[in-house]
């Protein structure tokens, strides 16, 4: 992938994000009454302008797209006309001023639980909880798992994805909790292990909860047999068809499609010999594989699909779908637990208990972005749904500056019968400037460590 492939879908994202976030202020703010001047996707210099409805409200898209924000008329930034000071934001009750700031946030898990709804109402792809044989010596492996096993449930919690399973894990590895994981084999027999996950750690720099336990996802291996073969793509060029069985290439004896990936990704723009089977009869061919670019570096492509092995898919794969009703209540439960898990490792973090290097910034964001959009749209619509959550959740932190900021005044200002000082709020303001700079800069400092890392 260029970068391109990471940019676009991350932008996307960032751009519809936004919107929504900031359409949140000014919907609830248009519905009290306020008067909106300007509803901006981005900051800085604007690049395109716009005016239109009854308040003749700005429409801008500036330069900086990392952010947007919505303008009310106010008292506190410029002299407001007689005649409109009762539509004047801080002349609102702040009954009225709280559901204008939190209608953002509130708007971003709306996305998000609307777009779950989408994916599990129309039917999404997930990998089954299939594990492969666990690591020798492992935690797993003394626990007694085996190779072929499916997980069916983690302490009574029913599990049908590989994600749900490790989401599970994850939960349970931040309690440093025994947990208790139900397994069926192939026979149909029905097993409970026993797993520590107390000595598992919450880290993006290393292994995920699962193989730092000992436990990985089962690959069954597939036969090297060349599936449907793309119009002028190098397979085609050498005269290779659908159904041919890659037996050797070069001088190296090929036994499953793993091993046929590799040779054609460390050759691009070399050429191979390559030997076929093709309905018994050995067929002997060159091939050069076509180089494109993947991750900054190039790999070989030959533009051939593996064969149609529909049991070893059903293995593999299982296909999530809920009737609407259900699917709206998986959205919630989902937009609910992320939420929750996102404050739980914020609040370990500044503890201690969670390394601060799982923070991410907009570099891996991309990169999440651009792999989820390689991966399908419903892989994609559900990274959106993430963000979505982490934004609102980001939004919602009592740090002035953001709406947590301001909503934390307006408790204040309810319990105290009056709003906080102008006073207080300004050095409140430059507070929270400086604790977002320092976060986005240890964001960053992350997100370039990984970049070397990889």
């Known amino acids: 992938m260029g970068l391109l492939d ?6 996307l994202a960032l751009g519809i994000l936004i919107v929504v976030h900031e359409f949140g202020h000014y919907s609830v703010a248009r519905l009290c009454g306020v008067k909106v001047l300007r509803f901006s996707l981005g900051f800085g210099k604007p690049l395109l302008m716009r005016r239109f409805g009854p308040d003749q409200t700005e429409w801008v898209l500036s330069a900086f797209p990392l952010g947007g924000y919505v303008k009310m008329l106010d008292e506190r930034e410029a002299p407001v006309p007689a005649h409109e000071q009762h ?10 001023r709280i559901a204008i700031v939190a209608a953002g946030p509130l708007a971003n898990f709306a996305l998000a639980i609307a777009l779950y709804w989408g994916v599990y109402a129309g039917g999404v792809e997930e990998l089954r909880p299939r594990l492969g044989a ?31 399973f490790r989401w599970e894990l994850i939960n349970d590895a931040l309690d440093k909790r025994v947990v208790v994981v139900e397994t069926i084999n192939d026979a149909r027999e029905i097993a409970f292990r026993k797993l520590d996950l107390s000595v598992a750690t919450i880290d993006q720099d290393k292994q995920d909860i699962a193989t ?8 069954p291996s597939l036969p090297p047999v060349l599936g449907k073969l793309s119009p002028g793509g190098a397979a085609e060029v050498a005269g290779l068809r659908s159904g041919d069985r890659v037996v050797r290439i070069g001088e190296k004896a090929v036994t499953d499609w793993t091993e046929l990936v590799m040779a054609v990704r460390e050759a691009p723009g070399q050429s191979l010999e390559m030997e ?16 494109v670019e993947e991750n900054g570096r190039p790999i070989g492509r030959i533009g051939v699909g593996v064969a149609d092995a529909e049991g070893r898919r059903d293995m ?6 809920y009737d609407a009703l259900d699917a709206l209540g998986k959205g919630l439960r989902q937009t609910w637990d ?51 959550i982490s934004l609102g959740v980001l939004n919602l ?40 700079a320092a976060l986005m800069a240890f964001a960053f400092y992350n997100d370039i460590n990984r970049l070397v890392a990889s």
């Open 134 to 164: 666990p690591v020798a010596a492992s935690l797993a492996e003394k626990a007694g798992f085996a190779d072929g096993d499916v997980v069916r449930s983690v302490d009574g919690r029913p599990v049908q994805t590989w994600q749900e």
């Open 87 to 96: 539509r004047a934001f801080n002349r609102q009750t702040v009954w009225r």
């Open 276 to 291: 076929v089977l093709r309905d018994g009869v050995s067929v002997v061919t060159r091939i050069v594989p076509a180089s």
């Open 316 to 321: 593999m794969f299982v296909t999530v779908r």
């Open 212 to 219: 730092q336990v000992g436990l990985t996802l089962q690959r």
């Open 338 to 388: 992320t939420a929750a898990l996102s404050l739980s490792v914020m609040g370990r973090m500044i503890v201690g208990e969670v390394s601060v290097k799982n923070l991410s910034g907009p570099v891996t964001i991309a990169d999440f972005a651009g792999q989820s959009a390689r991966m399908g749209f419903s892989h994609y619509i559900k990274f959106l749904a993430l963000i979505s």
């Open 397 to 436: 932190l009592p740090v002035p500056v953001l709406d947590g900021g301001h909503l934390l005044y307006y408790v204040i200002e309810i319990i105290k019968g009056g709003p906080v000082s102008e006073r207080v709020m300004e050095i409140g303001q430059q507070i929270g400037m400086a604790l977002l």
């Open 6 to 11: 990471y940019v676009l879908p991350f932008l």
